[in-house]
């Protein structure tokens, strides 16, 4: 069981990237899947999340109206599009399953299962 994220970069202040994660291993669609990051030295941060057929999503206040999370569960596919990036937008970025979420969407880190191995998104100033 696998989940490949990738389209991370280095990208100007005030400009956008979209993030793809594509799991395999088994069917995500059932799952409610999220996208967190982290930066040295510090704790992993959620970021955004989305129930599993998208119908609710939930955001961390310092991106709402900037990122937008989807998903394409026919090709067990989960997006992260950011846009109007920042410097302190600058993390890891990891997208992750969880699994026994009974539809509910939440944000903290310990209920994911399955975890991508991380995109670098660096923004600069």
Aim: proline share 2%.
């Amino acid at each position: 069981v696998q989940l490949q994220a990738s389209g991370g970069g280095l990208v100007q202040a005030g400009g956008s990237l979209r993030l793809s994660c594509v799991g395999s291993g088994r069917p995500f669609g059932s799952d409610v899947m999220g996208w967190f990051r982290q930066v040295p030295g510090k704790e992993r941060e959620f970021v955004a999340a989305i129930s599993w057929n998208g119908g609710s999503t939930l955001y961390t206040d310092s991106v709402k109206g900037r990122f937008t999370i989807s998903r394409d569960n026919a090709k067990n596919t989960v997006y992260l599009q950011m846009n109007s990036l920042k410097p302190e937008d600058t993390a890891v970025y990891y997208c992750a399953a969880d699994r026994l979420s009974e539809g509910v969407v939440r944000g903290q880190s310990a209920r994911y299962d399955y975890w991508g191995q991380g995109t670098q998104v660096t923004v600069s100033s």
